[in-house]
């Protein structure tokens, strides 16, 4: 199991910094909308939580 909690005070790696910026410029739907930019917002999310799961094992 990975400690994935370093301290809230950390700042991020700037990389990751970034892609969350764009991510969130582009990706601003609410996730539980039926429109196409919640159903975006949605499928992100989705990759994400898959992501983070494989991050754990």
Known sequence: MKYMDY?????PHPEVARTIAEVM????GNPSSLHILGNRV??????LV???LELSR
């Open 7 to 11: 301290a809230a005070t950390t700042p």
């Open 25 to 28: 410029s582009l990706h601003y």
């Open 42 to 47: 949605n499928n992100c999310l989705k990759r």
């Open 50 to 52: 898959r992501f983070a």
